[in-house]
């Protein structure tokens, strides 16, 4: 069993910059894949980066201002969110996986945080 907790959401003005860490717990942590996915009212849960050992991934929306990165030695992955626009608002989710296939998948997912809420302002 793999517990995920998120923090790091808010309010930020279109332009800025927000960190969300994600804090994993209960199961071997360097092995998983980790990933970040994000919800906006009425829209389907839509994948925004993926981490597999230091590989990464990301969709053509975020990439160039989105980074995602982990830190083992203390279980957790964090997203650099830079240049936000107010497309980004959203529930932020951190997932954890065993394998690194599909990894844009959320059904693909075993773990799941209760989510964050991050708001861009214009």
């Known amino acids: 069993q793999v517990q995920l907790v998120e923090s790091g959401g808010g309010l930020v003005q279109a332009g800025g910059s927000l960190r969300l860490s994600c804090a994993a717990s209960g199961r071997t942590f360097s092995g998983y894949t980790m990933g970040w996915f994000r919800q906006a009212p009425g829209k389907e849960r839509e994948f925004v980066a993926a981490i597999r050992w230091f590989i990464t991934y990301y969709p053509d929306s975020v990439k160039g201002r989105f980074t995602i990165s982990r830190d083992n030695a203390k279980n957790t992955v964090h997203l650099h969110m830079n240049s936000l626009k107010p497309e980004d608002t959203a529930i932020y989710y951190c997932?954890?996986?065993?394998?690194?296939?599909?990894?844009?998948?959320?059904?693909?997912?075993?773990?799941w945080g209760q989510g964050t809420q991050v708001t861009v302002s214009s």
């Open positions: 997932a954890a996986k065993a394998d690194g296939y599909n990894y844009r998948l959320p059904s693909q997912y075993d773990y």
